[in-house]
Protein backbone atom coordinates (compact mmCIF):
# COMPACT_ATOMS: atom_id res chain seq x y z
CA UNK A 1 0.00 0.00 0.00
CA UNK A 2 2.54 2.73 0.53
CA UNK A 3 4.44 1.55 -2.28
CA UNK A 4 0.83 2.11 -4.34
CA UNK A 5 0.86 6.03 -2.33
CA UNK A 6 4.46 7.06 -2.87
CA UNK A 7 4.42 6.23 -6.65
CA UNK A 8 0.78 8.39 -6.48
CA UNK A 9 2.33 11.40 -5.18
CA UNK A 10 5.43 11.21 -7.60
CA UNK A 11 3.12 11.05 -10.49
CA UNK A 12 0.90 14.07 -8.92
CA UNK A 13 4.39 15.94 -8.16
CA UNK A 14 5.26 15.44 -11.91
CA UNK A 15 1.83 16.83 -12.91
CA UNK A 16 1.91 19.74 -10.89
CA UNK A 17 5.12 20.90 -12.46
CA UNK A 18 5.30 23.97 -14.71
CA UNK A 19 4.40 22.58 -18.18
CA UNK A 20 7.79 24.13 -19.77
CA UNK A 21 9.62 22.03 -17.23
CA UNK A 22 8.30 18.66 -17.88
CA UNK A 23 8.67 17.07 -21.30
CA UNK A 24 7.95 13.99 -22.90
CA UNK A 25 11.41 11.89 -24.33
CA UNK A 26 11.41 12.81 -28.24
CA UNK A 27 12.02 9.64 -30.53
CA UNK A 28 15.56 11.82 -31.83
CA UNK A 29 17.13 11.38 -28.14
CA UNK A 30 20.40 10.51 -28.64
CA UNK A 31 23.85 10.34 -26.35
CA UNK A 32 24.29 14.00 -26.85
CA UNK A 33 21.41 15.53 -26.17
CA UNK A 34 21.38 16.15 -22.57
CA UNK A 35 24.91 17.80 -23.94
CA UNK A 36 23.42 19.85 -26.61
CA UNK A 37 20.81 21.21 -24.15
CA UNK A 38 23.76 22.13 -21.69
CA UNK A 39 25.83 23.97 -23.96
CA UNK A 40 22.81 25.44 -26.58
CA UNK A 41 24.04 23.69 -29.54
CA UNK A 42 23.03 21.30 -32.02
CA UNK A 43 24.20 17.74 -31.46
CA UNK A 44 26.11 17.61 -34.27
CA UNK A 45 28.40 19.94 -32.77
CA UNK A 46 28.74 18.07 -29.43
CA UNK A 47 31.66 16.02 -30.69
CA UNK A 48 34.16 18.76 -31.71
CA UNK A 49 33.21 20.65 -28.32
CA UNK A 50 33.69 17.15 -26.12
CA UNK A 51 37.34 17.29 -28.38
CA UNK A 52 37.54 21.33 -27.87
CA UNK A 53 36.97 20.85 -23.75
CA UNK A 54 39.43 17.88 -23.81
CA UNK A 55 42.23 20.07 -24.93
CA UNK A 56 40.82 23.07 -22.31
CA UNK A 57 40.84 21.33 -19.47
CA UNK A 58 44.57 19.59 -20.59
CA UNK A 59 46.00 22.96 -20.92
CA UNK A 60 44.12 24.25 -17.40
CA UNK A 61 45.76 21.58 -15.38
CA UNK A 62 48.79 22.01 -16.86
CA UNK A 63 48.37 25.98 -15.84
CA UNK A 64 47.01 25.55 -12.50
CA UNK A 65 50.20 24.77 -10.47
CA UNK A 66 51.49 28.07 -12.02
CA UNK A 67 48.89 29.86 -10.70
CA UNK A 68 49.60 28.39 -7.27
CA UNK A 69 52.89 29.13 -7.58
CA UNK A 70 52.22 33.07 -8.01
CA UNK A 71 49.18 33.02 -5.72
CA UNK A 72 49.51 36.52 -4.71
CA UNK A 73 49.32 37.18 -8.96
CA UNK A 74 46.83 34.94 -10.11
CA UNK A 75 42.93 34.81 -9.27
CA UNK A 76 42.03 31.24 -10.55
CA UNK A 77 41.40 30.10 -13.96
CA UNK A 78 38.21 28.48 -15.61
CA UNK A 79 37.10 27.38 -19.34
CA UNK A 80 34.83 28.23 -21.62
CA UNK A 81 33.91 25.43 -23.73
CA UNK A 82 31.84 27.84 -26.14
CA UNK A 83 34.25 30.18 -26.82
CA UNK A 84 37.50 27.40 -26.25
CA UNK A 85 39.36 29.61 -23.99
CA UNK A 86 41.09 29.50 -20.25
CA UNK A 87 40.12 32.39 -18.86
CA UNK A 88 42.78 33.29 -16.39
CA UNK A 89 42.54 35.82 -13.96
CA UNK A 90 45.16 38.11 -12.61
CA UNK A 91 45.66 41.10 -10.23
CA UNK A 92 48.53 42.14 -12.88
CA UNK A 93 48.32 42.25 -16.52
CA UNK A 94 52.09 43.08 -16.57
CA UNK A 95 52.65 39.48 -15.16
CA UNK A 96 51.36 37.41 -17.77
CA UNK A 97 54.70 36.16 -19.22
CA UNK A 98 54.80 33.86 -16.11
CA UNK A 99 52.32 31.89 -18.26
CA UNK A 100 52.75 32.84 -21.53
CA UNK A 101 56.71 32.50 -21.29
CA UNK A 102 56.25 29.32 -19.58
CA UNK A 103 57.21 25.91 -22.19
CA UNK A 104 54.84 23.42 -20.37
CA UNK A 105 52.07 26.08 -21.73
CA UNK A 106 53.27 26.96 -25.33
CA UNK A 107 50.96 25.07 -26.89
CA UNK A 108 47.55 26.28 -25.69
CA UNK A 109 48.85 29.90 -25.53
CA UNK A 110 45.86 30.42 -28.52
CA UNK A 111 43.11 29.87 -25.87
CA UNK A 112 44.67 31.99 -23.66
CA UNK A 113 42.89 35.21 -22.41
CA UNK A 114 43.67 37.08 -19.42
CA UNK A 115 41.18 38.77 -17.00
CA UNK A 116 42.31 41.98 -14.68
CA UNK A 117 40.69 41.41 -10.92
CA UNK A 118 40.85 42.49 -7.63
CA UNK A 119 41.52 39.58 -5.42
CA UNK A 120 43.89 36.81 -5.99
CA UNK A 121 44.27 33.16 -5.01
CA UNK A 122 45.99 33.98 -1.30
CA UNK A 123 43.12 36.44 -0.64
CA UNK A 124 40.63 34.16 -1.73
CA UNK A 125 41.67 31.07 -0.15
CA UNK A 126 42.21 33.66 3.23
CA UNK A 127 38.94 34.99 3.01
CA UNK A 128 37.28 31.63 2.59
CA UNK A 129 39.13 29.80 5.70
CA UNK A 130 37.99 32.91 7.61
CA UNK A 131 34.22 32.44 6.63
CA UNK A 132 34.15 28.47 7.25
CA UNK A 133 35.74 29.13 10.69
CA UNK A 134 32.82 31.58 11.40
CA UNK A 135 30.31 29.11 9.97
CA UNK A 136 31.84 26.71 12.62
CA UNK A 137 31.40 29.46 15.52
CA UNK A 138 28.06 30.72 14.40
CA UNK A 139 26.42 27.37 13.62
CA UNK A 140 25.44 28.47 10.18
CA UNK A 141 22.62 25.84 9.26
CA UNK A 142 22.49 24.44 5.66
CA UNK A 143 25.00 27.25 4.31
CA UNK A 144 27.43 26.58 0.63
CA UNK A 145 31.06 28.73 0.53
CA UNK A 146 32.59 28.56 -2.56
CA UNK A 147 35.29 30.38 -4.13
CA UNK A 148 34.35 31.06 -6.91
CA UNK A 149 36.48 32.33 -9.92
CA UNK A 150 34.44 33.91 -12.17
CA UNK A 151 33.18 36.50 -9.83
CA UNK A 152 36.74 36.75 -8.36
CA UNK A 153 35.14 35.96 -4.99
CA UNK A 154 33.89 34.16 -2.06
CA UNK A 155 29.96 33.08 -2.71
CA UNK A 156 27.98 31.99 0.18
CA UNK A 157 24.31 30.39 -1.14
CA UNK A 158 21.85 30.60 1.44
CA UNK A 159 18.21 29.54 2.15
CA UNK A 160 15.88 32.16 3.65
CA UNK A 161 13.60 29.53 5.71
CA UNK A 162 17.44 29.60 7.70
CA UNK A 163 17.64 33.43 8.55
CA UNK A 164 16.95 32.88 12.10
CA UNK A 165 19.08 30.30 12.48
CA UNK A 166 21.65 32.52 10.25
CA UNK A 167 21.24 35.65 11.65
CA UNK A 168 24.88 35.72 13.42
CA UNK A 169 26.48 34.22 10.58
CA UNK A 170 25.06 36.09 8.07
CA UNK A 171 26.28 39.43 9.89
CA UNK A 172 29.86 38.64 10.72
CA UNK A 173 30.18 37.21 7.15
CA UNK A 174 29.61 40.69 5.76
CA UNK A 175 32.42 42.46 7.49
CA UNK A 176 34.52 40.08 5.12
CA UNK A 177 32.62 41.80 1.87
CA UNK A 178 31.51 38.44 0.18
CA UNK A 179 28.64 37.84 -2.04
CA UNK A 180 25.60 36.46 -0.58
CA UNK A 181 22.97 34.31 -2.49
CA UNK A 182 20.08 33.19 -1.37
CA UNK A 183 18.59 30.37 -3.59
CA UNK A 184 15.80 30.67 -5.84
CA UNK A 185 14.86 27.15 -6.84
CA UNK A 186 14.62 25.68 -9.97
CA UNK A 187 13.07 22.06 -10.78
CA UNK A 188 15.09 20.14 -12.79
CA UNK A 189 13.10 19.18 -16.76
CA UNK A 190 11.56 16.08 -16.16
CA UNK A 191 12.06 12.61 -18.84
CA UNK A 192 8.71 11.09 -18.94
CA UNK A 193 10.16 8.19 -20.38
CA UNK A 194 7.99 8.66 -23.15
CA UNK A 195 5.11 7.99 -21.10
CA UNK A 196 5.62 4.71 -20.81
CA UNK A 197 3.37 3.25 -17.85
CA UNK A 198 4.54 2.21 -14.64
CA UNK A 199 2.39 -1.24 -14.98
CA UNK A 200 4.41 -1.80 -18.11
CA UNK A 201 7.96 -1.17 -16.57
CA UNK A 202 10.14 -4.40 -16.65
CA UNK A 203 12.02 -5.22 -13.49
CA UNK A 204 15.50 -6.25 -14.23
CA UNK A 205 17.89 -7.90 -11.41
CA UNK A 206 20.62 -5.68 -12.95
CA UNK A 207 21.17 -2.36 -10.12
CA UNK A 208 22.72 0.00 -12.70
CA UNK A 209 24.43 3.53 -11.42
CA UNK A 210 21.19 6.21 -11.34
CA UNK A 211 18.19 4.06 -10.37
CA UNK A 212 16.67 4.31 -7.74
CA UNK A 213 17.20 2.32 -4.28
CA UNK A 214 14.97 3.01 -1.39
CA UNK A 215 13.74 1.50 2.20
CA UNK A 216 11.73 -0.95 3.80
CA UNK A 217 8.92 1.56 4.54
CA UNK A 218 9.26 3.71 1.55
CA UNK A 219 10.29 6.47 3.63
CA UNK A 220 13.23 7.09 1.85
CA UNK A 221 14.01 7.22 -2.03
CA UNK A 222 18.05 7.52 -3.15
CA UNK A 223 20.01 6.71 -6.41
CA UNK A 224 22.40 4.11 -6.39
CA UNK A 225 26.03 5.52 -7.60
CA UNK A 226 28.37 2.22 -8.40
CA UNK A 227 29.10 -0.75 -7.37
CA UNK A 228 32.35 -1.68 -5.69
CA UNK A 229 34.18 -4.32 -3.80
CA UNK A 230 37.19 -4.69 -1.84
CA UNK A 231 40.37 -5.03 -3.30
CA UNK A 232 41.16 -8.31 -0.75
CA UNK A 233 37.69 -9.57 -1.09
CA UNK A 234 37.11 -9.46 -4.93
CA UNK A 235 33.35 -11.65 -4.31
CA UNK A 236 32.26 -9.57 -1.93
CA UNK A 237 29.95 -6.64 -3.52
CA UNK A 238 28.91 -2.65 -2.29
CA UNK A 239 26.32 -0.23 -3.78
CA UNK A 240 27.76 3.02 -3.19
CA UNK A 241 25.25 5.54 -2.42
CA UNK A 242 24.56 8.82 -0.66
CA UNK A 243 25.35 8.28 3.62
CA UNK A 244 22.38 10.31 4.40
CA UNK A 245 20.04 7.86 2.57
CA UNK A 246 20.73 5.88 6.25
CA UNK A 247 19.21 8.47 8.47
CA UNK A 248 14.98 7.61 8.49
CA UNK A 249 15.39 4.33 8.88
CA UNK A 250 13.85 1.71 9.73
CA UNK A 251 16.56 0.25 11.50
CA UNK A 252 17.11 -3.42 12.08
CA UNK A 253 18.36 -4.71 15.52
CA UNK A 254 22.20 -4.53 14.60
CA UNK A 255 21.54 -0.77 13.51
CA UNK A 256 21.90 -1.83 9.80
CA UNK A 257 18.69 -0.07 7.50
CA UNK A 258 17.77 -2.54 4.36
CA UNK A 259 17.47 -1.25 0.95
CA UNK A 260 15.35 -2.18 -2.27
CA UNK A 261 15.93 -1.71 -5.71
CA UNK A 262 13.72 1.41 -7.12
CA UNK A 263 14.03 0.93 -10.90
CA UNK A 264 12.89 3.77 -13.58
CA UNK A 265 10.43 5.30 -13.51
CA UNK A 266 9.50 3.96 -10.30
CA UNK A 267 7.63 0.17 -10.49
CA UNK A 268 6.99 -1.62 -7.50
CA UNK A 269 9.44 -3.85 -7.09
CA UNK A 270 8.73 -7.28 -5.05
CA UNK A 271 10.40 -6.97 -1.37
CA UNK A 272 11.87 -10.45 -1.12
CA UNK A 273 13.04 -11.00 -4.98
CA UNK A 274 14.67 -9.64 -7.14
CA UNK A 275 14.19 -6.13 -4.94
CA UNK A 276 15.93 -6.52 -1.83
CA UNK A 277 19.57 -5.56 -2.51
CA UNK A 278 21.36 -5.62 0.66
CA UNK A 279 21.90 -3.50 4.23
CA UNK A 280 23.74 -0.38 4.79
CA UNK A 281 25.67 -0.47 7.81
CA UNK A 282 25.20 2.72 10.44
CA UNK A 283 27.87 5.00 8.14
CA UNK A 284 30.52 7.57 9.53
CA UNK A 285 29.25 10.59 8.14
CA UNK A 286 31.50 13.24 9.72
CA UNK A 287 33.83 14.01 7.02
CA UNK A 288 32.22 12.00 3.95
CA UNK A 289 28.63 11.88 2.85
CA UNK A 290 28.61 8.01 2.07
CA UNK A 291 26.73 4.61 2.35
CA UNK A 292 27.53 1.29 1.28
CA UNK A 293 25.02 -1.51 0.90
CA UNK A 294 26.37 -4.96 1.30
CA UNK A 295 24.72 -7.05 -1.60
CA UNK A 296 22.97 -9.85 0.37
CA UNK A 297 20.74 -11.15 -2.66
CA UNK A 298 21.85 -13.39 -5.11
CA UNK A 299 19.24 -12.18 -7.54
CA UNK A 300 20.27 -8.87 -7.81
CA UNK A 301 23.27 -8.52 -10.22
CA UNK A 302 26.33 -6.65 -10.31
CA UNK A 303 27.27 -4.11 -13.32
CA UNK A 304 29.68 -1.48 -14.41
CA UNK A 305 26.86 0.19 -16.02
CA UNK A 306 24.95 3.90 -15.42
CA UNK A 307 21.13 3.94 -16.81
CA UNK A 308 20.46 6.03 -19.29
CA UNK A 309 17.50 4.25 -20.73
CA UNK A 310 16.34 8.03 -22.26
CA UNK A 311 18.00 7.16 -25.12
CA UNK A 312 16.63 4.40 -26.81
CA UNK A 313 19.97 3.61 -28.60
CA UNK A 314 22.59 3.94 -25.31
CA UNK A 315 20.62 2.38 -22.92
CA UNK A 316 23.52 2.02 -20.68
CA UNK A 317 26.69 4.05 -19.94
CA UNK A 318 29.83 2.01 -19.69
CA UNK A 319 31.89 3.18 -17.32
CA UNK A 320 35.52 2.83 -17.81
CA UNK A 321 37.21 4.03 -15.16
CA UNK A 322 37.59 7.09 -12.70
CA UNK A 323 39.12 10.79 -12.68
CA UNK A 324 39.00 13.51 -10.91
CA UNK A 325 36.77 17.03 -12.72
CA UNK A 326 38.22 19.77 -11.45
CA UNK A 327 38.27 22.77 -14.32
CA UNK A 328 35.63 25.43 -13.26
CA UNK A 329 33.85 25.60 -16.69
CA UNK A 330 33.87 22.15 -17.18
CA UNK A 331 31.04 19.83 -17.65
CA UNK A 332 29.46 17.26 -15.84
CA UNK A 333 26.35 14.72 -16.17
CA UNK A 334 24.63 12.33 -13.57
CA UNK A 335 22.52 10.15 -13.92
CA UNK A 336 19.81 9.81 -11.41
CA UNK A 337 16.32 8.34 -10.24
CA UNK A 338 14.29 12.09 -10.20
CA UNK A 339 15.49 13.90 -13.22
CA UNK A 340 17.62 10.81 -15.08
CA UNK A 341 20.50 12.10 -17.24
CA UNK A 342 21.27 15.86 -16.71
CA UNK A 343 24.31 17.87 -17.58
CA UNK A 344 25.57 21.40 -15.67
CA UNK A 345 28.51 23.33 -15.68
CA UNK A 346 30.98 22.77 -12.67
CA UNK A 347 30.73 26.57 -10.78
CA UNK A 348 33.67 25.95 -8.12
CA UNK A 349 35.86 23.01 -5.77
CA UNK A 350 36.84 22.74 -2.47
CA UNK A 351 33.25 24.02 -1.64
CA UNK A 352 32.14 23.88 2.25
CA UNK A 353 28.78 22.88 3.05
CA UNK A 354 27.27 23.49 6.86
CA UNK A 355 24.62 21.98 8.15
CA UNK A 356 23.15 21.42 11.79
CA UNK A 357 22.06 17.55 13.04
CA UNK A 358 20.91 17.47 16.40
CA UNK A 359 23.25 19.88 17.96
CA UNK A 360 25.88 18.97 16.24
CA UNK A 361 27.30 21.58 13.51
CA UNK A 362 28.71 19.10 10.89
CA UNK A 363 30.82 20.54 8.01
CA UNK A 364 31.53 18.83 4.16
CA UNK A 365 34.64 20.31 2.66
CA UNK A 366 36.18 19.22 -0.24
CA UNK A 367 32.82 19.57 -2.78
CA UNK A 368 32.34 20.58 -5.76
CA UNK A 369 29.70 22.82 -7.07
CA UNK A 370 27.62 22.61 -10.07
CA UNK A 371 24.51 24.07 -11.71
CA UNK A 372 21.45 22.23 -10.62
CA UNK A 373 21.37 19.16 -12.18
CA UNK A 374 19.23 16.89 -9.67
CA UNK A 375 16.09 16.81 -7.82
CA UNK A 376 14.78 14.32 -4.63
CA UNK A 377 15.57 10.91 -5.48
CA UNK A 378 18.89 11.69 -7.41
CA UNK A 379 21.42 12.59 -4.07
CA UNK A 380 23.56 9.41 -4.38
CA UNK A 381 23.52 9.25 -8.17
CA UNK A 382 26.82 9.09 -10.18
CA UNK A 383 28.52 11.88 -11.81
CA UNK A 384 30.56 11.42 -14.50
CA UNK A 385 31.85 13.12 -18.13
CA UNK A 386 32.30 11.12 -21.34
CA UNK A 387 34.72 9.82 -22.80
CA UNK A 388 34.75 10.81 -26.64
CA UNK A 389 36.53 8.16 -28.06
CA UNK A 390 34.92 5.33 -25.40
CA UNK A 391 31.31 6.57 -26.58
CA UNK A 392 29.13 5.54 -24.43
CA UNK A 393 31.51 5.63 -22.83
CA UNK A 394 31.61 7.59 -19.58
CA UNK A 395 34.37 8.52 -16.40
CA UNK A 396 33.10 8.22 -12.88
CA UNK A 397 34.05 11.70 -11.21
CA UNK A 398 32.10 11.44 -7.84
CA UNK A 399 28.46 11.05 -6.34
CA UNK A 400 25.77 13.53 -6.37
CA UNK A 401 25.35 14.44 -2.30
CA UNK A 402 22.57 17.07 -2.57
CA UNK A 403 19.43 16.57 -4.37
CA UNK A 404 16.98 19.72 -2.35
CA UNK A 405 14.60 21.82 -4.49
CA UNK A 406 15.22 24.15 -2.05
CA UNK A 407 18.65 25.06 -3.70
CA UNK A 408 19.59 26.23 -7.11
CA UNK A 409 22.59 24.35 -7.57
CA UNK A 410 23.91 20.79 -6.67
CA UNK A 411 27.48 19.53 -5.02
CA UNK A 412 28.86 16.15 -5.65
CA UNK A 413 31.46 14.46 -3.53
CA UNK A 414 35.12 13.92 -5.59
CA UNK A 415 36.05 10.47 -6.85
CA UNK A 416 38.80 10.48 -4.75
CA UNK A 417 37.55 10.65 -1.37
CA UNK A 418 35.24 8.02 -1.99
CA UNK A 419 37.27 5.55 -3.22
CA UNK A 420 39.35 4.77 -0.49
CA UNK A 421 42.71 2.42 -0.88
CA UNK A 422 41.42 -0.97 -0.11
CA UNK A 423 38.09 -0.43 -2.55
CA UNK A 424 37.74 -0.52 -6.68
CA UNK A 425 34.94 0.53 -8.67
CA UNK A 426 33.62 -2.05 -10.77
CA UNK A 427 34.10 -1.33 -14.52
CA UNK A 428 32.62 -2.07 -17.85
CA UNK A 429 35.88 -4.45 -18.39
CA UNK A 430 35.63 -5.92 -15.23
CA UNK A 431 32.71 -8.57 -15.61
Given at each position: ???????????????????N???AKS??Y????????????????????????????K???????????N??????S??DI????I??????L???G???N?P?????????S????????????????????L???????NT???????????????????????????????????????????????????????E????EA?????????????????S?????R?????T?????T?????????????????????P????V?????????????????S??????????????????????????A?????I??T?V????????????????????????T????????????IE??????????????????????????????????????????????????????????D?E???????
Amino acid sequence: MKGTLILLNLLLFYLTLPNNLVYAKSSNYTIYTPIAQLLKVPESKVPKLLSQEKTLIKGNNILTPLLTQNEKIFGGSYIDIIANKINIATTDLSKNGIITNNPAMKPYLDLLSFIKVKNSLYNLNSTFEDLATLAKKDKANNTLLSIDYKLNNIVINLRHVDDGQNKKFIADAAKLNPIIIYNKPKIPEIELMNNKSIENFNEEAFVLGGEGIRTSNWQTICSAAFWVRPKLNKTRYYLMTAGHCYDNGPFNPDGSVDFYHFPWPGSVVNDVAPGFIGSMARPNLSVVDKGLILKQNSLIGVTGSVRNTDNPAYKELFIYGTAVLDTVGAKVCKSGYFSHVQCGYIQSTGSSFNFIKGEEVIEYSGLTKVDKIGGPGDSGGPVFGYEPSLMPGIIIAGMLSSGNLLDDWNTFTPIDMLITDDIEIITHNDL
